[in-house]
């Protein structure tokens, strides 16, 4: 582990420059109530600051305390989520909510390894609720954390394997003020979010800069250092807008993957993209013994998940019978009802801007 001088030096710096130069105004800074700062938390998972501030404010407006988003419907709490994306966090979010609010009495857990044990919370999470509500001597290692201590001394371990995970782990408890948790924590945070960029980071506003190594050396846009890249994979969704008299059909996704316990049109998903005649022969389609008039592309669009790319093409399907599906479930739904249902932000964005609701 590292020397004391360097250590000193480190978290002294970073918590003389968040006391004094700091004005990172957040809603949640130096909020202590483990609710709203495990709300928080949630929402930032995977997620902008400047993005999940308006979330933040909704979810805290329309549900104050814990109990009131634990008695809230389905549906409404997805549709206060939907744009966000991994909306599997916000399933983990509902049930953890229940879980406080009906075996807990909406008493929010004190200990580190009680809340690290709550649905859809990790090490992270506890750390930073902890700290925080508690004032706990727990560390929080995020993103932005990784980049300063790996910048500032130079750590050629790629930080997303186990071992890695686990050194820088020890590193920032070992750096951690436990005499202010809070505040050391959301210094670091902060000046990585601010300072420490992943591209262009503005070295010479860091209170860091005389001693950090990657800087002293010239490579800072070397750190930190992955294990390998990521592999994006392409989907092509083509969703079919059976329209009968004034309603479309709308069917729930409940396979676990993207996008999971929200709503959307038809879909017939393949390896590649698919044309209006390329579409009328598929397998999937043909099944279905549609009575139809024609069909019409209307619009394609990309959407970029961490991992995916999602190709989307909307077809409107002019039927001249009701159909009789095979093997699919969903439901007729006219404007009112498609405005208080969840969507995808694709499926949301195509759905607005034709007037469907």
Same mark, same amino acid.
């Given at each position: 582990?590292?020397?004391?001088?360097?250590?000193?030096?480190?978290?002294?710096?970073?918590?003389?420059?968040?006391?004094?130069?700091?004005?990172?105004?957040?809603?949640?800074?130096?909020?202590?109530?483990?609710?709203?700062?495990?709300?928080?938390?949630?929402?930032?998972?995977?997620? !902008?600051?400047?993005?999940?501030?308006?979330?933040?404010?909704?979810?805290?407006?329309?549900?104050?305390?814990?109990?009131?988003?634990?008695?809230?419907?389905?549906?409404?709490?997805?549709?206060?989520?939907?744009?966000?994306?991994?909306?599997? !966090?916000?399933?983990?979010?509902?049930?953890?909510?229940?879980?406080?609010?009906?075996?807990?009495?909406? *008493?929010?857990? &004190?200990?580190?390894?009680?809340?690290?044990?709550?649905?859809?919370?990790?090490?992270?999470?506890?750390?930073?609720?902890?700290?925080?509500?508690?004032?706990? +001597?727990?560390?929080?290692?995020?993103?932005?954390?990784?980049?300063?201590?790996?910048?500032?001394?130079?750590?050629?371990?790629?930080?997303?394997?186990?071992?890695?995970?686990?050194?820088?782990?020890?590193?920032?408890?070992?750096?951690?003020?436990?005499?202010?948790?809070?505040?050391?924590?959301?210094?670091?945070?902060?000046?990585?979010?601010?300072?420490?960029?992943?591209?262009?980071?503005?070295?010479?506003?860091?209170?860091?800069?005389?001693?950090?190594?990657?800087?002293?050396?010239?490579?800072?846009?070397?750190? +930190?250092?992955?294990?390998? &890249?990521?592999?994006?994979?392409?989907?092509?969704?083509?969703?079919?807008?059976?329209?009968?008299?004034?309603?479309?059909?709308?069917?729930?996704?409940?396979? &676990?993957?993207?996008?999971?316990?929200?709503?959307?049109?038809?879909?017939?998903?393949?390896?590649?993209?698919?044309?209006? !005649?390329?579409?009328?022969?598929?397998?999937?389609?043909?099944?279905?013994?549609?009575?139809?008039?024609?069909?019409?592309?209307?619009?394609?669009?990309?959407?970029?998940?961490?991992?995916?790319?999602?190709?989307?093409?909307?077809?409107?399907?002019?039927?001249?019978?009701?159909?009789?599906?095979?093997?699919?479930?969903?439901?007729?739904?006219?404007?009112?009802?498609?405005?208080?249902?969840?969507?995808?932000?694709?499926?949301?964005?195509?759905?607005? *801007?034709?007037?469907?609701?």
């Amino acid at each position: 582990m590292k020397t004391r001088p360097i250590a000193h030096f480190f978290t002294s710096g970073l918590t003389a420059w968040h006391a004094t130069i700091n004005n990172r105004s957040l809603p949640w800074k130096n909020e202590k109530d483990p609710y709203r700062i495990w709300l928080s938390e949630v929402i930032l998972q995977q997620t !902008r600051a400047q993005q999940g501030l308006p979330y933040y404010l909704r979810f805290t407006e329309a549900y104050p305390t814990i109990n009131e988003l634990a008695a809230a419907g389905d549906n409404d709490v997805f549709r206060l989520w939907q744009g966000l994306g991994y909306y599997n !966090r916000c399933k983990n979010m509902l049930a953890t909510a229940r879980y406080i609010a009906g075996e807990l009495g909406g *008493n929010f857990p &004190r200990s580190y390894e009680d809340i690290l044990g709550l649905k859809g919370i990790g090490p992270y999470t506890a750390a930073a609720i902890s700290s925080f509500a508690y004032g706990l +001597p727990r560390a929080v290692v995020d993103g932005n954390v990784y980049r300063v201590l790996a910048r500032f001394f130079r750590i050629d371990i790629p930080f997303d394997t186990t071992g890695g995970k686990q050194y820088f782990a020890d590193l920032a408890a070992q750096l951690l003020d436990k005499n202010d948790s809070a505040g050391y924590n959301q210094a670091i945070m902060d000046l990585g979010a601010t300072v420490c960029l992943p591209r262009k980071a503005r070295c010479t506003d860091c209170p860091l800069q005389p001693r950090c190594s990657a800087y002293l050396h010239n490579v800072i846009d070397l750190f +930190p250092v992955r294990s390998k &890249r990521v592999v994006v994979s392409k989907r092509y969704f083509h969703y079919l807008i059976l329209k009968w008299e004034e309603s479309i059909w709308i069917q729930k996704r409940t396979a &676990r993957d993207i996008w999971e316990n929200l709503h959307e049109p038809f879909l017939i998903e393949s390896m590649e993209p698919m044309d209006v !005649r390329a579409l009328s022969l598929n397998e999937q389609f043909l099944v279905q013994n549609f009575g139809y008039t024609h069909i019409e592309l209307e619009y394609s669009g990309k959407q970029r998940l961490t991992h995916q790319i999602i190709e989307a093409r909307f077809l409107t399907v002019y039927l001249n019978e009701k159909p009789h599906f095979k093997g699919r479930e969903g439901k007729w739904m006219t404007g009112t009802d498609l405005e208080n249902t969840p969507f995808p932000k694709t499926v949301l964005s195509f759905l607005k *801007n034709n007037f469907y609701f």
